[in-house]
């Protein structure tokens, strides 16, 4: 099964939901997409307007690949749960988002941990779902530490040696 979520950002993302309803509809495999605020709904796949987060894990887990937005919260927890993503950055000129910062992320964070496979061109996506298992053979799936841990770590550090 392949599991397709565009997020919740209220911009349509009806680029990566129509090609992948296509693909779907010329594929065996399932295809379950979070459509969030599409202006068409698939007619090949299954789908969710919104998804309550333990359904979203249970989509996840159960996913042979994961394809998301370039929101960098979404595809570090399918990192998390030892899936590579297939990352499809929302762009601005295509009216997906206010600007092109998932663009800039994902090809940044592509670069430093090579764990995430960005497809800006969506007509090559089809391409990485056929080649997917050979692409992911020698990735690593680890999530680099959180900043937000760093963060934490650190300030509590400085409130330790404040009581001292």
Request: glycine letters at 6%; a negative charge.
């Amino acid at each position: 099964m392949i599991f397709v979520t565009v997020g919740t950002h209220e911009q349509s993302f009806d680029r990566l939901i129509d090609y992948m309803d296509k693909w779907a509809g010329k594929h065996d495999e399932e295809v379950i997409m979070q459509i969030g605020y599409a202006k068409k709904t698939p007619v090949n796949c299954k789908w969710y307007k919104l998804l309550d987060h333990d359904k979203f894990i249970e989509l996840e887990k159960n996913a042979r690949i994961v394809i998301t937005h370039g929101g960098p919260c979404c595809f570090t927890e399918v990192l998390k749960a030892g899936k590579i993503p297939v990352v499809v950055p929302r762009k601005r000129k295509l009216g997906e988002h206010v600007d092109d910062h998932q663009v800039g992320i994902s090809r940044e964070y592509e670069k430093k941990y090579n764990n995430i496979i960005v497809v800006e061109d969506i007509e090559k996506l089809g391409d990485i779902l056929e080649n997917y298992d050979s692409i992911t053979k020698d990735m690593n799936c680890s999530c680099a530490e959180s900043n937000n841990e760093k963060f934490c770590k650190a300030l509590s550090g400085i409130v330790d040696r404040l009581f001292e």
